[in-house]
């Protein structure tokens, strides 16, 4: 499955907003699939309170099943820089990963 966050706007600022995402998409993630990917294709501001309170959910939720797709997107590479500095554990985990992975060569 790929939840594309722009279906939730694109500017993606509050703790509660990122929250009422999770609340909305939770009954469309099929738990028997292998991974959910997050698209952040079209979001134009994701801020990490936001970032934050969507990323625990679903990764509770999914058992860590989520993988976040490739972007150029500097408001979400910014976003996930500050998760990474300012979590420990799976946020900052998946974090971690993508930005090890997106990076430009």
Do not use: C, H
């Not at 706007?9 to 509660?16: A, H, Y």
């Amino acid at each position: 499955m790929i939840i594309e966050l722009k279906k939730f706007g694109t500017i993606l600022l509050s703790r509660p907003a990122g929250r009422e995402a999770f609340s909305a998409i939770r009954p469309q993630i099929k738990l028997e699939e292998s991974n959910v990917r997050v698209d952040f294709s079209n979001v134009f501001t994701l801020t990490p309170s936001w970032a934050d309170e969507f990323l625990t959910l679903l990764l509770e939720y999914t058992n860590g099943r989520v993988e976040l797709l490739p972007t150029d997107n500097s408001s979400v590479i910014a976003t996930l820089r500050i998760l990474v500095e300012a979590n420990q554990g799976p946020v900052a985990d998946i974090a971690r990963r993508f930005l090890s992975n997106n990076k430009k060569e």
